[in-house]
Structures are given as structure tokens and as C-alpha cells.
């Protein structure tokens, strides 16, 4: 199965900061990888599929990038309502992975 | 609107079998893979199991394969997972995701499956 980890686990951030997580798979995926964000008690919500394209209705502060081993999720100026969970799961084979999560919270 | 709606969820002993459903509508069904997901408390998302638009091909995490069956129901637009030989670590949200065969963008808002004794 492919593996894979995202860095940090956690970090804090304040309203305006530019954020950037990270995500490694164990081996090359291509482009094959999403983003997703999740708030506690909720569903997540897809951010960015195919590795740097932007869901419908997400907000343009959003983006992704990277390609077969690593990729990052940024984004631009914070604002309050982003402050919530990340997770990259790979959609290059089966069974698809997610990573262990980054935990983004108010400084 | 899309809505994807889960139900079958409870409190089950070790051992024991539950059969989630998924009722979706808001969206073409029969048209998109679907997948399950889970979340354990307090933990990271598990991708579960998939099915194609046919129900004719599945996949299934290593932690599930043997005990889980995924199937479909196109003509009632309804998603199943058939779950037996249940053990704690199966205890979680059990999300029904679809809509989207790579990247599925709809999820529902789960129902949660306990298994205790």
C-alpha cells in the first residue's frame, strides 16, 4: 500500500499568515492526490483534486502543487473559518490512503 | 442539491454483522463510483471500500477484505456495505462518499457503528 505522511502534525497560525502543509507518499503518484478539509463533527470537504486543481467553490486562497513524491497545500492569508484538519489522500491505486492529518489551529 | 444519506449504523458486539445503506440523490448515481470512508474517534480518515458504476468491480482496504462487501443499487440510487465478523477496531463514522470516480466530492454525514461488548 502506499504510504502517506504529512508534515507537521500541527501547526498554529494566526489570521493573515500565509500556511503551507506538507505531504509525502511512499512512492510516485503522478498528480494522482487530493486535499481535503475537515471540521470537527463534519463531513470533509474536498479542497484540490488532481493536485493543484481548485474544487468548485473553494476560495482562491487555496492551492496546491507537487507532483510524484511530494506536494504541498498553501494557504495564502488565513482566515477564521479555515482554522480545521488537512488531510492528502492518494488516488493512484487501491487501496487509497490518506495521510495522518494536520491539525491547523488559532496562535 | 446533492445529498447523500447514511443509515444502519448502532452498537453491535465483537463478532457480530451490520449492513450500512446510503441513499443518494441531488446527482446522477448510477453514473459514479462510490466509496466508503471511516473515521475512527479521534483518529484519520480510512478509505473503506469502492465499487464502479456497475457494481461488477470492488476494492476493499487490507483491514476489511474478506469480512466487508460493497455493493449498489442503481435503480434505487442506494449504496450498501455489508459488514461482518465485526471487531472493535471497525469502531468508527462510517462516511458514504461519491460523485466523483478519482476525487468523489460528496460526502454524507455519516453514521457511526460501535462495537463493544
Known amino acids: 500500500d502506499i504510504q502517506m505522511t504529512q508534515s507537521p502534525s500541527s501547526v498554529s497560525a494566526s489570521v493573515g499568515d500565509r500556511v503551507t502543509i506538507a505531504c509525502r507518499a511512499s512512492q510516485d503518484i503522478s498528480g494522482w492526490l487530493a486535499w481535503y478539509q475537515q471540521k470537527p463533527g463534519k463531513a470533509p470537504k474536498l479542497l484540490i483534486f488532481a493536485a493543484s486543481g481548485l474544487q468548485s467553490g473553494v476560495p482562491s486562497r487555496f492551492s496546491g502543487s507537487g507532483s510524484g513524491t511530494e506536494f504541498t497545500l498553501t494557504i495564502s492569508s488565513l482566515q477564521p473559518e479555515d482554522f480545521a484538519t488537512y488531510y492528502c489522500q492518494q488516488a493512484d491505486s487501491f487501496p487509497y490512503t490518506f495521510g495522518q492529518g494536520t491539525k491547523l489551529e488559532i496562535k | 442539491e446533492v445529498q447523500l444519506v447514511e443509515s444502519g449504523g448502532g452498537l453491535v458486539q465483537p463478532g457480530g454483522s451490520l449492513r450500512l445503506s446510503c441513499a443518494a440523490s441531488?446527482?446522477?448515481?448510477?453514473?459514479?463510483?462510490m466509496h466508503w470512508v471511516r473515521q475512527g474517534p479521534g483518529k484519520e480518515l480510512v478509505w473503506v471500500s469502492r465499487?464502479?458504476?456497475?457494481?461488477?468491480?470492488?476494492s476493499y482496504a487490507d483491514s476489511v477484505k474478506g469480512r466487508f462487501t460493497i455493493s449498489r443499487d442503481n435503480a434505487k440510487n442506494t449504496l450498501y456495505l455489508q459488514m461482518t465478523s465485526l471487531r472493535a477496531e471497525d469502531t468508527a463514522v462510517y462516511y458514504c462518499?461519491?460523485?466523483?470516480?478519482?476525487?468523489?466530492?460528496?460526502w454524507g454525514q455519516g453514521t457511526r457503528v460501535t462495537v463493544s461488548s
Open positions: 441531488g446527482f446522477t448515481f448510477s453514473g459514479h463510483w
Open positions: 465499487i464502479n458504476t456497475d457494481g461488477i468491480s470492488t
Open positions: 462518499v461519491g460523485g466523483g470516480s478519482y476525487y468523489p466530492p460528496y
